[in-house]
């Protein structure tokens, strides 16, 4: 049986070089589902083939964004005057291309003076909120943890 | 760009709008047999309603 070299020079000459970290096929597609359930909320859960999940996102995140933008409620952009704002234009986001969608239905523009258009503004936050959930959700499950 | 109707909720049918999204989401996202998800929706929307209601009503004294 051969001996461990004592010399750590000659050591390290036959080691192998350290393999850099690719990620796995499963964890680049598991990366794509995070991603697209993002972007168009229920489409992480449909390109795993969970049709029931994906319906009730797509529905759930539509309702809540369509409703609160028909409330009036306010549709966060980047120019944010406070931290409050920012925070409500990152859960906007979470919405996905649905931020857009919420955009285009508020021709307006939004009216908090209103109780009306607060709950918009709570429920547009919600539906970003829930679509980031969902996505973090598909993410999980294409890594093959329990879902 | 078409423009929609604004929509106008008191604020118990905005909260049960949301407590009812909300309950069956989470009902599909966090169980997987039929069973289960509506014995979930069913628990979650209740604790929803009682939760918010129940605020409501420790608020009413200072309402005034």
């Known amino acids: 049986m051969e001996e461990p070299s004592q010399n750590p020079a000659i050591e390290h000459a036959h080691s192998a070089p350290p393999a850099k970290e690719v990620p796995s096929p499963s964890e680049s597609r598991a990366l794509v589902c995070g991603i697209a359930a993002w972007l168009l909320p229920g489409l992480g859960h449909a390109l795993q083939r969970m049709w029931g999940r994906a319906l009730v996102v797509f529905l759930a995140v539509g309702l809540l964004a369509g409703a609160g933008a028909s409330m009036k409620g306010n549709v966060f952009t980047r120019q944010g005057n406070d931290a409050f704002d920012t925070l409500g234009y990152i859960a906007d986001l979470g919405t996905g291309s649905f931020y857009f969608f919420a955009r285009a239905i508020e021709t307006k523009g939004a009216d908090v003076s209103h109780a009306d258009g607060d709950y918009g503004t709570r429920l547009l936050a919600t539906a970003g909120v829930l679509n980031l959930l969902a996505a973090l959700h598909a993410y999980e499950a294409a890594r093959g943890h329990k879902a | ?64």
């Open chain 2, 1 to 64: 760009m078409t423009s929609v109707s604004s929509l106008e909720l008191t604020h118990f049918q905005a909260f049960l709008l949301f407590a009812v999204v909300i309950s069956v989401a989470f009902g599909f996202l966090g169980r997987r047999r039929p069973k289960d998800r509506v014995r979930y929706i069913l628990w979650s929307l209740f604790l929803f309603l009682l939760v918010g209601v129940g605020i409501g009503w420790a608020m009413f004294p200072f309402s005034r």
